[in-house]
């Protein structure tokens, strides 16, 4: 087994600001945000972005990991919830928020679901598979129409949260989304 070396202080600074940087840059220019804009506003050179994120695809697991990470463990929590309709809708809007942070990340994050060589796909993956076991739920409770597939969930909610962010007000998402979940009750 391989053992992993605390970074020094600087180095952890400099890992620090450029996540910062990077979470800055990625709100404001989305997923495509210059690497090299981001390392100069941590005040480090490209290389050193680099060595800490190999690539783009890197840069952003780690900035979403928690995240994505934080959803499934929802999911799970939410397995316990005494609507599970209810439940399910609460997921899935979280599930809407966490992958439309970042303009194209739902994009990202739906072809992470089927790209098994994608650093994104763990975390995708499990929320998928957390967010999977509220859909049965919800459908042996009668709550869900019986022919919705999980799948189908998750593209609904990467839909709703890619056309709600170009909706204005800020609630497009949430909107599109309760017009959704109306169309998925059993008749």
Known sequence: MTEVKPMR????????RLLGEAQRAFTEHGVDASLEDIARRAGVGIGTLYRHFPTREALLETLLRARFDGQAE???VLLTHEEPLNALQDWLVGLGDATGTFRG????TADALNDESSRLYASC????????????RAKQAGELRADVTSNELLLLVHAASWAGAHLPGGEGMQRLLALVFEGLRPS
Request: charged share 35%; no cysteine.
């Open 125 to 136: 993956h499990a929320m998928r598979e957390a967010g999977s076991h509220l859909v049965e």
């Open 9 to 16: 202080a600087d180095a952890r600074r400099n890992y620090e």
């Open 74 to 76: 929802r999911a799970r």
């Open 105 to 108: 990340l739902v994009e990202l």
